[in-house]
């Protein structure tokens, strides 16, 4: 009876554990059946290494084409990025082919230098992504609504198809080596009349080119061409050339350029400060919003944003960026300092003396700061005695 009762607490803590398991796993195949495409599709999902350490996070999501063998690069490129604080973690979904050209190609190719006769139904692939598989992955998962679009080749042409015929769909677009020589060139024509029609296009598209001859490689810098010269307003563009990077490796080439510069770095650059705080906040709110999580900028980095502004002699964009500084981060003591600065370098010592008077009340004498704060408040306390006596 013992060694019964023995043998069935280890069967159900082996039960228990494989549920555990299998509830967490991070690699999972499944397997849809679409009433779109008729058929049954297979899709594999890498989930981020924390989904199941906090329950409430949620995660944006790539769609990549061509199946699972992308994955071990794509996460392992994401992973890297993400550790040092470029880019969020993200749910992977590589979507497995059937029949590639079929559903990736948006029009049927007549061009005798590729496969004559075949495509045409990227329309409806994309409508099993967009109608079932999207729909699907929200259910399953904790996903967020910024999503990016990944393919290479013909990929590539589906994804630039993808942003110019359902631009709601992905927030981001990154297309390798795009095949924009297929099908006398629709998809080139129907992405230069999408941008040229659109005032504002908030969404970015990574494209790059191998060492593909001509014509691919005169269609594809026309392309880019066109694309650099007429970007819409908040539309991004990041392009490269790899002239000695076969067609087939351009994936592998360009991945680290395309994720970096998709997600904005949480250290805003002094480009991006065009409207003052507004600015700021503009640019933290799409922050948060590629990140799935609200994101604020660290006391350091608005600092840094008001010292460019002191050297630009911007005087009242830096005082307001310090101030906005100091509403963010009330018990800093390097806060008060910074506009501080700003004051004295404006020749306002007394608002300048007030709030280094508050650093110091604020910090420990240990800190790093503590001597530039005494000296700063001696400083002008000199200044200010010295006007007093001229007057």
Known sequence: MFYAKVLLSTFLFMLTTSSLLATEQLNITKTLSSKILSEQRTVTILLPDSYYKNKQKIFPVLYRLDGKENIPLESAVLNKLHRSGAAPEMIIVAIENTDRARDLAPTVNYDPRGPVGVGGGGDKFLDFIEKELIPEVNRTFRTHDFKVFSGASIGGLLVLHAMQSRPHLFQGHIAYSPAVWWGAHSTLKNVKSFVAKRQTFDNYLYINIGSEAAPMRDIYDELHAFLANNKPHKFKLTADTFDDVPH??????????????????????????????????????????????????????LRGLGYELVDAKDFVGAIEVFKYNIEQNPTMASAYNGLAYAYEQNNQYAQSLEQVNIALKLADKDDDGYEAYLNRKRRLTAVLAKSAVSL
């Open 248 to 301: 087939a490796m351009t994936s592998a080439a360009g991945i680290f350029n395309a994720y970096h510069n998709l997600f904005l770095s949480l250290i805003m650059p002094s480009s991006a400060l065009t409207d003052g705080v507004s600015s700021i906040k503009q640019y933290y709110k799409q922050v948060s919003f590629q990140r799935a999580e609200p994101t604020l900028p660290e006391e350091w980095v």
